[in-house]
Every structure is written in structure tokens, then in C-alpha cells.
């Protein structure tokens, strides 16, 4: 059975004259011509983009030798971008704003590369890619083609901070941008498919943590062409009114403009951009006129609704093409080989009468080029989007001053992340407009708490008395918490991409949530590094912690410590990962990472309260080196070892020296040599990553026919896949997480996974030939042990005082 569909209400059309919620029209026939022949302009570049390799000025009458032999690229939203773009241009050009802009829909390049050639950047910096005919073949020709670059604002855009090759993150890369930067406006467009993913609805609540008096503005610009790769989209479907409704409960004043009339439109985004412009102004003048402001503002936004493929052919084959899903990707596909698509193609290029924008030599003519902006207050030139060659240095404190006390090793225990929450706190009174500190909801429960005394969290909503009693928000805070994980990595990506620094706090189990958002990252960094013009910019550093070893409340939900995995995945170039067994080594890590650009940091550290080992000389070294002998917790010293035990991790190190006392106190001449791992990239071969140790310093720690017992934070098989190619791998035998737990106690965990002290030492029994005959005995009070321990978590709940209070006896 079927229904009727209802049908589509003029208010939905991309159609006709524009109707806009700002009236006026504001551009002399002059400045219109030139509005409208830079658009064109635009669009004829895309065009050839996607479709020529030769004849760009169409001297000649086109022919398939013209034409690309495989056509890749997207036309449907290429038209509005580069339409923003144009009229954003003006704009800047006639007030002086400093805007950057982030093309949000998925494959948009075309309609931001045009513009950006147009205004001179792209020749600047690519000078084969000239501002002539030749210059224009190879700008054509590089686009979607091998040895080129791709059909999205990759870090080869001039201008471009935000490829948008993963849907979602357009606002929060914005907001990043804005923060501590009062004087720009970013301009961030919203794709309508991109708006129905969760990390871009999630991230419209970006307004309620803009300060006016201190950050810039984003203007969004929801475009809704109406059609994705095949289907239509939800907000281009939803009335009006019901859109409207949405987007002011989020909080923000949305302006109207639909249409598809050329001179209507331009004379309708002008006026609207001009009102919102001067409503950011205002609201920047408010705050900052010497009181703090009182009310959050309502930020303008932009809704620009025009047809998919704008300017395609209306019908191509009996099935219609502009306005519709059949635009968005290359609207006339057989070009190459059919005559009337490539008659079809030649007369929409030359509509665009390209002899009217270009001289003979395929320069924008003099009078059109006057629309944009010169120097760096062009978008594709502003030093914003080259984050790096504006970046100041840190003023760190001396990271020294906040170590741990220790004494002798083993004796002592703190809760590792403390301090740095002390040492955070005073980098943010160092910086205090040049670092932000970011977290989804989890700051005072990963013990970085102390940060509120230099600063406490963004807060511009409501407030209630009882939040003075240890919230720890303000209107001025610099600690930004949202329980949208997508949401602060993308702010603070944004920030650092504008040439700033910061930090994330996460726990580990839901790290996962970004596993894309740090891919994409780390693959700008990657094409960044080969890109001279890119400035280096602040690495990001994530700090992973409320960790697997340490989730007896939660359970198993909370225990995946695979984000390590993901990382592994990428670059070598560009990827960190360190896990500092103490509080000392986790201030020295985190003193070199800040210092740190161009990566991305993993650092694994638990907060709650563990064993310390090093005294601050000590861990400067032991990190500085990345992995090494413990010569206190070894027994080899002068020999070959009977075995080597080896730890990645804080809970893991406990384990293991607790295991080398059982194999000592049972077997008093044992051999032991005791190997902690701080950067896990040392592991690999130092021809797979730059950190990796040599064959003859790997096989000098571990041996090259000793069994090792190595008992791992993660998950086990990540040791063995970075150390596949070792001499001694066969006698590599890995301890580490394998998704068994739930309500456990401490040890109990362990024990389930094998990582325990006891399973540990019965292992190095087993692998080591010697105690093999010998260690019958040994490993049925180990298993006793084990036994009794699970009887005691049981019957009370809590690891027994024998395994909470151990302390290295040596």
C-alpha cells in the first residue's frame, strides 16, 4: 500500500526571486556586475576542474582530447561556497574584516579553490599554477588527478584549516579558531548533509561558549542545496518555520536567504552579511565597553538555500539535474565520450562567457579583480589559517618544581596526574591567552583540579547559588567542558591550527569517540609536513586517563584501552605515544610534548594513586632515553639474565617489579633484568619509526635468546606488532588487557587478564628453562595466592591490605 507524498510547499523551493529575512539592496549596479561576473568566474573554474585537462579558455571548440579521462570531483555545492566566498570577499574588502572561512560540505574544493586562484594566493605559493592561460591548464589539470591534490579543502588550500573530508566537526574547528583571537570573524559553512551527523548537531551549543568580550565570532552559514549523494536532506525538508524554531533553541538569530535569481540573491546576501556583520560588531562593542557583559549574545547565522548543481543544465537525458540529487558529483558524466553531453558541457562553460572574465593571456580582468581583498585580509592569505607563522612559544614553569617526592623507589605512592594539574595551572597564569585546557566533562575527576586556580570552566548561562560551592565555572574560564567529545577535540584542534596551544583530558574507554577526528588530524599533519608554506603549529596532546586497571566501579564498559591501536595506525612522522610509570615521568613527558609541534601526543597515565619510582633526575633521563634498565629492580648486573620482564604503564610496572620479588624470593640466585618502556615507539625498528631503537640497542636490552615477560598496559597484541621484525620476538610472551572484567576489584582484573603478579612470575617459570624443573613448588603458591586473593575481593569487597599496601621490600 502507498500514500500520496505531500507535496513540496513554495516555501522549500530553491527557486525564484530571493526572499530573505534582511530586506535591502545595498550593491550599486556597478559593484553588482562585479559581484555577479567574480561568481561566474568562480564557477567556471570549477567546472574546469572537474572536467578539462586542456584548452581552458575554450580558444578552441571543445573536444574529448579536452577532457579528462577519468572525471572526479563534486559541482553540487561547489556554486554556493564559492557564492559566500565572493560575497564575503567584497565584504572585506569594503570594512576591513578579518575573516578566515571553513567550507563544511564534503567534496567542496572546487568552490573554494576557484576563488582562492582568483585572488592571487594560490599562484603565490604555486607559482607553476600562474594567473595565465598556462597557469590556468595546470590548475585544471592537478585537480582530483594523480600527483595532484583532492576534491576537498585539503592542507594544500591556501586558507583552508578544515578539509571537511569527515563530515561534522565544521563549528567546532570555527569555535577553536575564534577563541582569543577578538578581532576575526570565522565563517564557517554547514553542508545540509553534514548537519545530520551527531558531532555537527551536537556542536551548534558552540554559541553558549563564545565570550564577546575577549573571543571572536562564528558566523554559520547552513547551506541547504537540498540533496546528498541520493536522498534528499532533513533540513532542507522540515518547513520553515520548524528549522527556524530549531536553530533559535539552540540559540542562535537566523537570517534567511533563498532563491535562485542571480541579481536578487547577491543584492539578498549582501544586506544579509552587512546586518550580521554589524550585529557581531555590536555585540563585541557591548562587552567590551568596560563592564562584563551580562547576557550571552544570540549570534547571527546565515540559512542560504539554493538549488543543488546551481547553474547545471536543468535536464539532461530526460532526468532532471539541477536541483537535484544527480548534480552533486559530475553532473554530465560521459562527456569524453558522448557528443551531445560534451555540446552540453562546451555551451554551459561558454554561457559563462569566460572572454568577459579573462584577458587573451587567462588573467581575471582588472575591474572584476578589485572585488577582493589584498594582502594578508585575504581568506586564502590570512595568517590565522597558517596557524603556525603567528604561534608564540609557551612560557612553561619549570616542571621540576612540582615533583613528587620519592625517596627510595617503590616506597611511596601519589596519584600521578596531581601534579600536573599544579603544573597545567600555572602554564595557564603563564599564558593566559595562548593556552586553553579542554575536557568533556572530567577535569576535577582526572585530579587536574589545581587548573582552577589560575582559571576556572567557560560558563555564560545561568548560574545558581549552589554552584559557587565547588563548580568552579566563570564567565571568564579558560577550562572548556562540554560532554561531547567530538565538540572539544575539534575546539581545540581549531585553536591549535590557529597557531595556539592546548591539552585534552579524556578517559580512555571513550577517547574511542574521536578515533576519526584524530585520523583526520594526523593525516593534515602528515600532507603538512611536506608542504614548505605550512608553518609548524602545536602539536596535539591528548591525555588519556581514568584508565582500564583502575575501573572497579565502572565495569566493563569502561575498559578498552585500544585507542593505542588507532594510533599505531597512522604516520610515524606525526604520531607519539608515551606511558610514564610515575608522576615524575608523566611532568617530564608532559613538559616535552607542550614544547612539542607538529604531532599528535598520546599520553597514558592513571589518576588515581600509585607506587612512585624516580626521583626527578632519574625520570628526566629514564624519559629522555624513552625505555631502559632499572637497574634498582634488576639482579643481572655483570651477567647474562636468566629473563627479562618488561612493563609498559603504571599498573602494569606494579605488577611486574611485584613479580620479580616473587621470582626472588623464591629462586634467590635468579638472573633478572628489569626493562620499563616510557615511548612505546621505541619497540619498532627505528627504520619504521623515528623513535625506534636500533637492532643492536633493542637486542642489548633484551637479549637475543632470554625469554621476556612483557606485561602491557593495552591490548597484547600491539607489543608483538611493533616488535614482529626483533631478533628475539619468539620469546617475546605479551601480558596486557583481553576484554575480560566487569565489577572487579584492582587485582582481581589482573588476574582475569593475566597481568597480575602472580600469573606474571608462574610465566617467567614456564619460559624460563632453569626454573622450569625447579618451580613446581613456586607456582602452586603463586596459584594459592591468586586464589586467596579472589576469595577476599569476594567476601569484601576490596583487595586485600597485602596487595593494596605492597611496597617495594629492596
Known amino acids: 500500500m502507498t500514500t500520496d507524498a505531500p507535496a513540496v510547499t513554495d516555501a522549500l523551493s530553491a527557486y525564484g526571486p530571493a ?8 550593491l550599486s549596479a556597478d559593484v553588482l556586475a562585479r559581484t555577479d561576473a567574480y561568481w561566474r568566474a568562480c564557477n ?3 567546472l574546469g576542474m572537474i572536467y578539462l585537462i586542456d584548452n581552458p579558455l575554450l580558444k578552441l571548440p571543445l573536444a574529448p582530447a579536452h577532457i579528462k579521462n577519468r572525471l572526479l570531483g563534486h559541482w553540487g555545492s561547489s556554486p554556493g561556497l564559492s557564492f559566500v566566498y565572493t560575497h564575503l570577499s567584497r565584504l572585506i574588502r569594503d570594512r576591513g574584516q578579518r575573516m578566515i572561512f571553513l567550507a563544511g560540505p564534503g567534496h567542496g574544493a572546487p568552490g573554494v579553490l576557484a576563488p582562492v586562484y582568483l585572488e592571487g594566493a594560490y599562484s603565490e605559493i604555486y607559482p607553476e599554477k600562474s594567473q595565465d592561460e598556462a597557469g590556468m591548464r595546470e590548475f585544471f589539470r592537478q585537480f582530483s588527478f594523480p600527483g595532484g591534490i583532492g576534491s576537498h579543502c585539503t592542507p594544500e588550500t591556501p586558507g583552508s584549516i578544515h578539509e571537511g573530508g569527515e563530515l561534522g566537526y565544521v563549528l567546532s574547528h570555527a569555535c577553536g579558531a575564534a577563541y582569543d583571537n577578538p578581532d576575526l570573524i570565522v565563517a564557517a559553512v554547514v553542508g545540509d548533509g553534514e548537519s545530520e551527523t551527531g558531532p555537527l548537531a551536537t556542536s551548534w551549543h558552540i554559541d553558549k561558549f563564545l565570550n564577546p568580550a575577549r573571543d571572536g565570532a562564528v558566523l554559520p552559514i547552513l547551506h541547504l542545496n537540498g540533496y546528498k549523494i541520493n536522498n534528499p536532506t532533513l533540513l532542507a525538508r522540515i518547513s520553515r518555520q520548524e528549522l527556524e524554531d530549531l536553530l533559535r533553541g539552540y540559540g542562535w538569530t537566523p537570517c534567511f536567504v533563498e532563491g535562485s535569481d ?11 552579511l552587512e546586518h550580521c556583520v554589524a550585529e557581531i560588531l555590536r555585540y563585541w562593542r557591548e562587552a ?4 562584563a557583559f551580562v547576557e550571552r549574545p544570540r549570534w547571527p547565522m546565515i540559512v542560504l538555500r539554493s538549488p543543488k548543481g546551481w547553474g547545471a543544465p536543468h535536464d539532461v537525458g530526460g532526468h532532471r539535474l539541477e536541483g537535484f540529487w ?9 562527456v569524453k565520450k558522448n557528443s551531445e553531453q560534451l555540446k552540453l558541457l562546451e555551451n554551459w562553460m561558454r554561457g559563462l562567457k569566460p572572454e568577459e572574465l579573462f584577458d587573451a593571456n587567462g588573467k581575471l580582468l582588472p575591474e572584476w579583480r578589485k572585488l577582493a581583498p589584498e594582502g594578508d585580509r585575504r581568506m586564502s592569505a590570512s595568517p590565522h589559517a597558517n596557524g603556525g607563522s603567528i604561534k608564540r612559544a609557551l612560557r612553561l614553569p619549570d616542571f621540576r618544581a612540582y615533583a ?12 600521578n596526574t596531581r601534579p600536573l594539574g599544579a603544573f597545567l595551572r600555572d602554564t595557564m597564569k603563564a599564558n593566559p591567552d595562548n593556552f586553553r585546557l579542554f575536557g568533556p566533562d572530567e577535569t576535577t575527576s582526572n585530579k587536574l583540579d589545581a587548573v582552577y586556580e589560575a582559571s576556572k570552566k567557560l560558563w555564560l548561562e545561568a548560574e545558581f547559588p549552589e554552584d559557587r560551592d565547588g563548580t568552579e565555572i566563570a564567565r571568564d574560564g579558560r577550562v572548556i567542558e562540554m560532554l561531547s567529545e567530538h565538540t572539544v577535540e575539534g575546539m581545540l584542534e581549531g585553536y591549535l591550527l590557529t597557531g595556539r596551544h592546548g ?3 579524556s578517559y580512555e574507554a571513550f577517547v574511542h569517540i574521536i578515533d576519526s577526528m584524530f585520523n583526520q588530524h594526523a593525516k593534515w599533519l602528515e600532507i603538512s609536513s611536506h608542504l614548505s608554506w605550512r608553518r609548524s603549529i602545536a602539536s ?3 591525555l588519556i586517563t581514568s584508565t582500564v586497571w583502575r575501573q572497579d566501579h565502572n565495569g566493563f564498559t569502561h575498559q578498552d584501552p585500544g585507542f593505542l591501536d588507532v594510533v599505531v595506525n597512522k604516520s610515524a612522522n606525526v604520531t607519539r605515544i608515551y606511558l610514564p610509570p610515575d608522576a615524575n615521568c608523566l611532568l617530564s613527558v608532559a613538559d616535552h610534548c607542550l614544547r612539542s609541534e607538529d604531532y599528535v601526543n598520546v599520553i597514558v597515565s592513571d589518576k588515581q594513586m600509585h607506587l612512585q619510582y624516580l626521583d626527578m633526575p632519574a625520570a628526566i633521563q629514564h624519559c629522555t632515553k624513552g625505555i631502559g634498565i632499572w637497574e634498582w629492580a634488576s639482579t643481572d648486573q655483570g651477567g647474562e639474565p636468566d629473563l627479562v620482564m618488561a612493563s609498559a604503564g603504571d599498573i602494569p610496572t606494579q605488577e611486574a617489579l611485584a613479580a620479580t620479588v616473587l621470582l626472588r624470593e623464591a629462586f634467590p640466585d635468579v638472573r633478572i633484568r628489569f626493562v620499563n618502556v616510557v615511548d612505546l615507539f621505541k619497540l619498532q625498528p627505528s627504520s619504521e619509526h623515528p623513535h625506534g631503537l636500533n637492532d643492536r640497542d633493542f637486542d642489548s636490552l633484551f637479549t637475543v635468546d632470554k625469554p621476556v615477560i612483557f606485561n602491557f598496559h593495552g591490548y597484547p597484541w600491539l607489543i608483538h606488532r611493533l616488535a614482529y621484525r626483533r631478533n628475539n620476538h619468539v620469546n617475546l610472551h605479551v601480558r596486557g588487557y583481553k576484554e575480560k572484567g566487569n565489577i572487579n576489584t584492582p587485582m582481581e582484573l589482573a588476574i582475569r587478564n593475566e597481568t597480575d603478579r602472580f600469573s606474571l612470575a608462574i610465566d617467567a617459570i614456564d619460559r624460563t628453562p632453569r626454573l622450569q624443573r625447579i618451580g613446581a613448588h613456586a607456582k602452586e603458591r603463586f596459584r594459592n595466592l591468586q586464589i586467596d586473593c579472589r576469595s577476599h575481593a569476594y567476601e569484601h569487597g576490596i583487595d586485600s591490605p597485602e596487595i593494596t599496601g605492597w611496597k617495594w621490600p629492596f
Open 19 to 26: 526572499r530573505s529575512t534582511i530586506s535591502g539592496a545595498p
Open 44 to 46: 567556471y573554474l570549477a
Open 262 to 272: 542571480h541579481e536578487s540573491m547577491h543584492q539578498a546576501m549582501a544586506a544579509t
Open 288 to 291: 567590551r565597553s568596560g563592564g
Open 326 to 334: 544527480r548534480a552533486h558529483q559530475v553532473p554530465l558524466a560521459d
Open 404 to 415: 613528587a617526592k620519592t625517596g627510595t623507589p617503590g616506597k611511596t605512592e601519589a596519584e
Open 503 to 505: 591539552m585534552l583530558s
Open 540 to 542: 596535539l596532546n591528548l
